[in-house]
């Protein structure tokens, strides 16, 4: 048995306090703003719990002899990390790749905390049991968890600790012997109305003098003092599945968190006031190269969505033997098949740690990088094979029904390959894709889900093995010399 849709639902009735236009969301799971996809996540479960996925979705918990998603496997094997990569591929194809922070994004991070277990004995042997035991806990409950991990944007040039308000960012306020108090706010969850607990932390670098901020627990949203202010719903506003196919179903939502005096145990706090901590959980263990290794292969198969939406839409409208719209179509191949051979060469190029096998961290790096501008120009591209042809549709499902605007749609949706309906339906799927509000914040979530530019390019230039790129230039200029003092190149590669 592995945990199913049912058994998700009925994980999600905690009273946890969520608010939305204005109103406190009474349910979750039944709620006008949120059922959809809340719905969407309970598919992911009874889709691994089905007798014919079992196997390629789950595994054996070694402590429950439960069965639970492949996302909590530690791997030891390359054949390991293949075998959990197929499982996040098979989770991300239901919802086309949209659904970016499915139940395995941080179970990946908990697993990279795990596998790093060392560096938290070595910092505090107290919190690597906490994790430890709590990494049991999630996995043999096959919890879905949403994380925060950088604080509200405010005055940017100054720290966590130096805003005017210093409970602005969610930091630690007091302590006993039974665990620690959390007052201020973190910038987003994603899913985290969904999710069943929310992993506070920080990934942005503190300064002496801010060591209340740095910290790593984990909080039930039920939890007294939990706050969830969710934005816009997407879902609630798509007036029709025909009319909004994705953001209907894949909208998983983006909340402010606050914390108003929250308790959390000691055995859940991974990291107390210890800014080193704070920055060695994510790269001295493999927690920032495995979370993100589940959002690559994400992206992969979504970008291998796009690119079918681009070469429909080229179809459609029988501009697909230009010779221009084939260099675009094959320039876009191009830019997604680089996405898949990245995560193919990081797999293939892993490393063992600490007993694991894990991803190769510089190319992981890489592939943060190019993601971040391979999406908007795979948005760009969309938009410029459609031109207006997603703008030129029926207002809605409902024009379809009515004879006068019925006559007309058939009238003027033509195409050679398709018929008006097939049409319709394309390009209204395309611009939910690339042009809703909702592929809007597609395009905002790529962009900036692993961090600014400025963040993913620092981790870039960190990571990369520079000694072998300065190694090849100074063999080579070890072969030459001044006139008459050249030595040979065989010389300089002793
Ligand atoms: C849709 C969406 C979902 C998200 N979901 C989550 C989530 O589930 N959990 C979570 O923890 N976070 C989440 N985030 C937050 C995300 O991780 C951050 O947006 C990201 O880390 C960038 O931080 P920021 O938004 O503060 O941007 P900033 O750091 O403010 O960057 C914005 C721009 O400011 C400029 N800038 C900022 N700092 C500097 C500098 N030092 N030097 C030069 N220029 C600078 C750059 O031009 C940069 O592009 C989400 C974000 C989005 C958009």
Not at 241 to 262: G, K, W
Not at 385 to 412: C, Q, R, W
Request: overall charge negative; hydrophobic content about 40%; proline content about 4%.
């Amino acid at each position: 048995m592995a945990k199913d849709g049912k058994a998700y639902l009925s994980s999600l009735h905690d009273d946890r306090t969520i608010y939305i236009d204005g109103r406190r969301v009474a349910d979750v799971t039944t709620d006008r703003s949120f059922h959809s996809v809340v719905e969407t996540a309970a598919g992911l479960y009874d889709y691994q719990a089905a007798p014919e996925n079992l196997e390629q979705m789950t595994f054996q918990s070694p402590t429950s002899g439960e069965r639970v998603n492949l996302a909590w496997l530690l791997p030891k094997t390359y054949g390991d990390l293949v075998r959990r990569r197929q499982a996040i591929e098979k989770w991300s194809a239901l919802s086309c790749g949209m659904f970016g922070r499915s139940p395995d994004h941080v179970a990946s991070t908990l697993a990279g905390f795990r596998m790093g277990l060392a560096a938290f004995r070595d910092y505090n042997p107290a919190r690597a049991a906490a994790l430890e035991s709590y990494f049991q806990y999630a996995r043999d409950n096959d919890l879905f968890l949403s994380y925060v991990i950088i604080n509200p944007q405010s005055d940017k040039a100054r720290s966590a600790g130096g805003q005017p308000d210093p409970h602005l960012v969610a930091s630690v306020v007091d302590e006993d012997s039974t665990g620690i108090t959390i007052r201020g706010a973190k910038m987003l969850a994603t899913s985290g109305i969904m999710a069943n607990e929310l992993l506070v932390s920080g990934f942005q670098s503190l300064q002496a003098g801010d060591e209340a901020y740095a910290f790593t627990a984990v909080v039930p949203l039920g939890a007294k003092g939990l706050t969830l202010m969710s934005r816009r719903s997407y879902e609630q506003n798509a007036t029709s599945q025909f009319d909004y196919p994705l953001s209907s179903r894949f909208d998983e939502n983006d909340a402010v968190v606050h914390f108003d005096d929250v308790k959390i145990p000691w055995d859940r706090v991974f990291v107390f006031k210890d800014l080193k901590m704070a920055q060695a959980q994510w790269h001295d263990t493999r927690a920032h190269v495995f979370q993100n290794y589940q959002c690559i292969v994400r992206l992969s198969v979504k970008l291998k969505f796009l690119l079918g939406l681009a070469r429909k839409i080229a179809e459609v409208n029988n501009i697909i033997n230009y010779p221009q719209v084939r260099e675009t179509l094959g320039l876009l191949a191009a830019k997604v098949s680089n996405i898949e051979a990245l995560v193919i060469a990081m797999e293939i190029k892993g490393e063992m740690f600490q007993g694991f096998y894990v991803p190769d961290r510089s190319i992981l790096c890489t592939a943060q990088v190019i993601a971040q501008t391979t999406y908007p120009e795979v948005v760009e591209a969309i938009r410029s094979l459609s031109g207006g042809g997603m703008i030129m549709v029926p207002s809605s499902y409902a024009d379809f029904a009515t004879p006068e605007t019925n006559a007309i749609i058939h009238k003027t949706q033509r195409s050679t390959v398709a018929t008006s309906e097939q049409r319709v339906k394309l390009m209204k799927l395309a611009w939910d894709a690339v042009g809703s509000e909702f592929g809007s914040r597609h395009l905002q979530y790529e962009m900036f889900y692993s961090g600014a530019p400025l963040v993913t390019r620092g981790n870039s230039f960190r990571f990369f093995d520079w000694d072998e790129v300065k190694g090849t230039v100074d063999q080579f200029m070890g072969s030459y010399g001044l006139p008459g003092s050249s030595p040979k190149l065989s010389d300089a590669a002793e």
